[in-house]
């Protein structure tokens, strides 16, 4: 199933959006299914569960960190990730650089925007990213690639459709910005439910969990 389900949705991806399976309590006979399947970057929401797997697979894939790090996991996170999507402060940025100046790595990074401006969310708000990137850039060993969001929890993916627009517009403005050691490549947005309204309005990178493995067991 999960190797069916990848190619099907491998082949209606547009050219240049890429796929992330979120792979939250999956095992890692599960996610090497669907790197069997052709999928090439595994997205994990705690540290803990992602060197789990990392040791069970390894490099066959790139990693990418898809939930709140803690800043404690830095230095786990900087061994294990190629990637963090979820940097929305100065201090993690900054405990993420020193955790890689110590293994000699440059991490590319997302900053993740609280696009609905809700306050029980992750993420920084819109209007105040750029101020935050500006900061972020000047760390050696943390390389900003671009924006993620989460959009809303529901039923209708219309409803994500506004916080799209909105983070998008945020992305333009911020590439136009041309901030050095910025590289504003990849916009993280959607899910299984509403990955098409995200590509539809820019997304090139697409997290999708439930769509890939079936309906998630619930620890």
């Known amino acids: 199933m999960i190797k069916e389900n990848i190619k099907k949705i491998l082949s209606e991806l547009p050219e240049g959006v890429r796929l992330e399976a979120a792979a939250k309590t999956r095992t890692p006979d599960e996610i090497k299914e669907a790197i069997d399947a052709g999928l090439e970057i595994i997205g994990q929401n705690y540290v803990q569960e992602a060197e789990r797997a990392w040791q069970a697979i390894g490099p066959l894939v790139k990693w990418h960190m898809i939930g709140h790090l803690q800043g404690n996991k830095a230095k786990i996170a900087a061994r294990i990730f190629d990637m963090i999507e979820t940097v929305d402060s100065m201090k993690l940025a900054s405990g ?83 901030i050095p050691n910025v590289e504003m490549k990849y916009l993280s947005m959607g899910m299984s439910d509403s990955y098409m309204v995200a590509i539809e309005e820019g997304a090139n990178l697409v997290r999708i969990g439930t769509k890939i493995f079936g309906t998630r067991i619930r620890k």
Do not use: H, W
Request: with cysteine; hydrophobic share 40%.
């Open 96 to 178: 993420l650089d020193r955790a890689c100046a110590e293994i000699n790595k440059v991490m590319p990074v997302l900053i993740e925007i609280n696009s609905g401006e809700e306050a029980q969310k992750a993420g920084v708000l819109p209007t105040d990213a750029a101020p935050l990137i500006q900061a972020i850039s000047k760390l050696r060993n943390i390389k900003v690639m671009g924006l993620m969001t989460m959009g809303l929890f529901s039923e209708n993916p219309e409803d994500s459709r506004p916080y799209y627009i909105k983070t998008r517009r945020l992305f333009d403005e911020l590439k136009a910005k041309d």
